[in-house]
Structures are given as structure tokens and as C-alpha cells.
């Protein structure tokens, strides 16, 4: 796992913000035509993009928010589709130097942010409009967000803006170097800092409150990508750091590959892609595994694998599988429950691209929406 971090940390340094690792589309002439066995829900709509829609997917107030690149060039277009139609609501095009990871991209105040490289700038949620633009930052590398600011690290800075207008509410310029991330904890409205000094500061003035140096194998310095807060507490997929101080709290050995989106925590779960392509469901309590789910191998006797994020609707878990199905399973046993076919799916794990065309899946609480590589956007529902 740590190989993989310092990758992609690598890759962010040199302003690569849409993917970390290579990908192309995966050829699917023996993938049979589309159809279903035991699947929970059924499809409601689709919408086709101009482009192939990739990372990051997300649901937000009736919205379905992907993105495309623009063939042969570094623009990249975020369209915004009305959940309940599958209509396109608007369209956003800017250069792929923001967004493009989870990292960088956040909804906050009815406004969709993107960070990235040199910039910050805000969307309007309802008619696709930029409100402002934040410049002149050295290498953007994290953003995070409280109901009235948005957070900006980079080279040697934390930054706090205001939400509404991207005016500079603070700026604390004694951060050190590029690799670090920032995290609002709304319980202590503390922002953190995971350098290799562990700095908590006041949301409010940018002060800092405690600088704690943590030493060890694994600190949340090290993990770059993967780094996501949940009630207090700095989750590095199995690898737990107190919210606080940044010191190490229990570590799993368990071999993960999530670091191109952050594993959901749901009702003291968390799903996480391995290595082998299985979903592993950890008790976050213990950080004991509950049970893994590998997907069940077709009438060809073809095993498959999961190759996107882990989605919950209703009692099921949703992944995209490598032989283009979206799999579901069982949240209390981990056993499958059934699958949906899709014509073809885009592989990240091979290496012939540097940008990487990722499937993705996003819930609402009811339903289901997912990409698959191609220009196709797919909703699920009962």
C-alpha cells in the first residue's frame, strides 16, 4: 500500500490531478449482451456524455455530478444531470489542472469546488455558473470544507476562504512543504494538518493550537491519498490515527488498493477494495474483518474482480466488477446477490495511459448511479 501512496503523491506533485495511475478501456467482445440475474434494483434511465465519464461521481440534492476530458486536449467538462429525469441540467468546462480526485473536489453551500495546481473556484449548483476564482497558490494539494469556508493546502500554507465570496478569511503561511493534507473536524472545529508534525489549528483565526511530532513506521504523513476523517478519528483504509495528536491507533494487516477514492464508512463499517479485487467489510470498533466478498465467476468460469469503490443502498452493497457487471451483495454476510451487465468497462490497473479512465458508483440513500468508462451515466432504482 505505501508504494502506491507515494505514487500518486509523486504524480500530484507534478500536477497530474485527473488519476494517479494509467488506464484504457477494456475490451469486452466476450461479455455477453446486457442483461441481469438476481439484481435488487432495475435501471431507470441513462444519459450519454460527449466524452468518457470517469472520477470523481457524485449525488448531491437531486444532482448527479460527473466528468468528462475533451479528446486531445486538457479541458475537462463537469456536467450536473437532474437525479429523477436524466436530463442535463448544465455543464461546466475548465482545464484539468482542478478537481479530478476526491482530494479536490467538494460540495458545500449549494456550490461545487474545485481545487487544484494554482486555483480554487467555485460553482453554482443550480445554473452551472462560476461565483469566484481563488489564484496564486503553489501546488494545491488537498482541499477541505466547513459549512462556512473552504480550506486550501499547499506549498508551506494553509488557506481559509470564504465560501460564499473566496475571499482569504486567514492564511497560515509556517506549514511545511507540499505533503501534507488538511481535514476540518466538525466536531472540535479544529482544522488538522498530516505533516510529518501533526498540527491542529483554530478553524476561526488559523492559529496553531498543538504541533505534535509523530515518529514510527506508519504516521498520517504517510499516507497521502487514502487519508479520509470519520467522528474524530484519520482513517488510511485499515490503518486508524487519533484525530488529536495524529499518533497511531491500531493498524490491520490487510493488503487495500483504495487510494483513487476514499472506502465508505457506514454504521461503524468499512468497505475497502483489496488487492485481490475482493471487498473486505472491517469493523472500524476493532478494525477486525466482518467478512470479504468476492464476486462469483460467470457461465465462463471466468473469476472477476472489483475494480471501483464500494456503494451502499438499502440492505445491499453495489461494486463494478472487471467483466463489466455491477455486483451486489449481501451487508450483513457479504454474499452476492446478484449482477448487472453492462456492454464493456474501463480498467484502471493497466499501464498504457497516464490519465486513467476509473468506473464509479454513487448512492442517494434509495438509488444507484454508475459509470462504467464509456459515455454512458446509469441510474438504478426499486
Known amino acids: 500500500m505505501k508504494h ?3 505514487r500518486c503523491g509523486l504524480f500530484l506533485l507534478v500536477g497530474l490531478s485527473t488519476a494517479c495511475v494509467s488506464g484504457s478501456r477494456v475490451p469486452t467482445e466476450d461479455i455477453s449482451t446486457r442483461g441481469s440475474e438476481g439484481f435488487p434494483l432495475r435501471l431507470l434511465w441513462s444519459y450519454q456524455a460527449e466524452g468518457d465519464l470517469t472520477l470523481p ?3 448531491t440534492q437531486g444532482l448527479v455530478i460527473s466528468n468528462y476530458r475533451i479528446q486531445g486536449t486538457s479541458r475537462v467538462v463537469y456536467i450536473v444531470v437532474q437525479a429523477d429525469t436524466g436530463s442535463l441540467m ?3 468546462e475548465t482545464d484539468g489542472s482542478v478537481g479530478g480526485s476526491e482530494d479536490l ?3 458545500v453551500a449549494d456550490q461545487l469546488i474545485l481545487a ?3 486555483r ?3 460553482v453554482e449548483l443550480r445554473n452551472g455558473r462560476q461565483s469566484w476564482v481563488s489564484k496564486g497558490y503553489n501546488a494545491i494539494v488537498s482541499i477541505a470544507t466547513s459549512d462556512g469556508a473552504v480550506f486550501v493546502a499547499s506549498k508551506n500554507e494553509v488557506t481559509a476562504l470564504d465560501v460564499a465570496t473566496g475571499e482569504t478569511k486567514w492564511r497560515n503561511t509556517t506549514m511545511p512543504g507540499y505533503s501534507f493534507r488538511v481535514f476540518y473536524d466538525e466536531r472540535t472545529d479544529r482544522v488538522l494538518v498530516t505533516s510529518d508534525t501533526f498540527y491542529v489549528l483554530d478553524a476561526q483565526t488559523g492559529h496553531i493550537l498543538s504541533a505534535t511530532e509523530n515518529k514510527g513506521d506508519w504516521t498520517p504523513a504517510d499516507c497521502f491519498n487514502e487519508l479520509q476523517i470519520h467522528e474524530g478519528r484519520l482513517y488510511c483504509e485499515t490503518i486508524v490515527f487519533d484525530g488529536a495528536t495524529g499518533k497511531l491507533m491500531t493498524m490491520t494487516e490487510i493488503l487495500t488498493e483504495d487510494y483513487l477514492w476514499f472506502p465508505p464508512i457506514i454504521s461503524g463499517t468499512m468497505y475497502v477494495r483489496t488487492l485481490t479485487g475482493a471487498v473486505a467489510a472491517m469493523n472500524i470498533d476493532t478494525m477486525g474483518l466482518k467478512w470479504e466478498y468476492r464476486p462469483a465467476a460467470q457461465s465462463n468460469n471466468k473469476s472477476a474482480e ?3 469503490k464500494v456503494v451502499v443502498v438499502g440492505a445491499h452493497g453495489y461494486a463494478i466488477a472487471d467483466d463489466a457487471t455491477l455486483r451486489a451483495f449481501d451487508l450483513d454476510t457479504g454474499k452476492e446477490v446478484g ?4 456492454p464493456y468497462v474501463a480498467d484502471w490497473r493497466s499501464r498504457d495511459y497516464i490519465f486513467a479512465i476509473i468506473p464509479a458508483v454513487a448512492p442517494d440513500g434509495q438509488h444507484l448511479y454508475a459509470t462504467f468508462g464509456d459515455q454512458t451515466l446509469y441510474a438504478f432504482g426499486p
Do not use: F, K, T
Not at 339 to 342: D, F, N
Open 120 to 122: 480554487v473556484e467555485a
Open 306 to 308: 472489483v475494480i471501483s
Open 90 to 92: 448544465w455543464q461546466y
Open 4 to 6: 502506491a501512496l507515494i
Open 339 to 342: 449482477w448487472w451487465q453492462a
Open 57 to 59: 461521481l457524485l449525488y
Open 116 to 118: 487544484g495546481n494554482e
Open 105 to 107: 473536489v467538494r460540495i
